[in-house]
């Protein structure tokens, strides 16, 4: 499956981005989809992850911030962020879990955010 990823951008601390992964097929019985972020020189990090079932998952660092969703008829999943902080300054990628581990990955779509 091809994920691309849209909606990155600049905003200011305390706003809001909505990021948004197109697949190239459909999504409806992959295990999981979720987001990760990098920051050049660092490891990939799990943001959110969703499941074929709703089930969500966060990192503690955006619990309360971010919302993970999926339309499985759109074939997209979405990732709602809220009172960004300048450390959500990064490169955020889509991830789909087919065989049941994050092994498909889009282009990645910068946020940044300034104080």
């Known amino acids: 499956v091809q994920l691309v990823e849209s909606g990155g951008g600049l905003v200011q601390a305390g706003g809001s981005l909505r990021l948004s992964c197109a697949a190239s097929r459909s999504i409806f019985n992959i295990n999981a989809m979720g987001w990760y972020r990098q920051a050049p020189g660092k490891q990939r990090d799990l943001v959110a992850e969703?499941?074929?079932?709703?089930?969500?998952n966060y990192a503690d660092s955006v619990k309360g911030r971010f919302t993970i969703s999926r339309d499985n008829a759109k074939n997209k999943v979405y990732l709602q962020m809220n009172s960004l902080k300048p450390e959500d300054t990064v490169v955020y990628y889509c991830a789909a879990a087919p065989r049941g581990w994050f092994d498909h990955w889009g282009q990645g779509t910068q946020v940044t955010v300034s104080s």
């Open positions: 969703i499941t074929s079932g709703g089930n969500t």
